[in-house]
Structure formats: C-alpha cells, structure tokens
C-alpha cells in the first residue's frame, strides 16, 4: 500500500471550477472532486496541461497551481500562492 504523502488533510467534493493556462487565455470548465489546503485532484478533457496554471474555485478566487501528475483526464496541482 502506497503511503499518503499529503501535508494536508484532503476533502472529497465535486464542485465546478475554470482552469485558465495564462495570462488572456479564456477559462475553461473543469470538475474538482477532491481539494486540500496544498491541492486540488481535477478531472477536466484538454489534451495538454501545461506545468502552471490557474484555478478559479466557484468561489471565484483565482489559485496558481503546479501540475503535480496526470493520468487521463484526471490530474493533481499543488498551489503555489
């Protein structure tokens, strides 16, 4: 069993949310299902993620996050703000 490297305790949830890659890009929708205070788990059909994006929560505060890991459509981001 592979051990839980996380900071922090993470919160399973399915909430709507925009992914922006860069500074004039349109946002785009995505699906959070899991959020932490260092992260967020993405579901969201684009075929390249780039290493650095932005999240915008349903709360509309905007997150700058670090592609952590992919597989599929699925990826984990670690916030760097």
Request: net charge positive; proline share 6%; with cysteine.
């Amino acid at each position: 069993m592979l051990a839980n490297r996380r900071k922090s305790e993470r919160r399973l949830c399915r909430r709507v949310a925009k992914i922006q890659f860069g500074t004039g890009s349109l946002p785009r929708d995505c699906m959070i299902t899991d959020i932490s205070a260092g992260g967020v788990k993405v579901i969201a059909d684009y075929p390249d993620i780039p290493p650095e994006f932005t999240i915008i929560l349903s709360t509309g505060d905007p997150r700058q996050c670090r592609l952590a890991w992919r597989i599929g459509c699925e990826f984990g981001a670690q916030f760097v703000d």
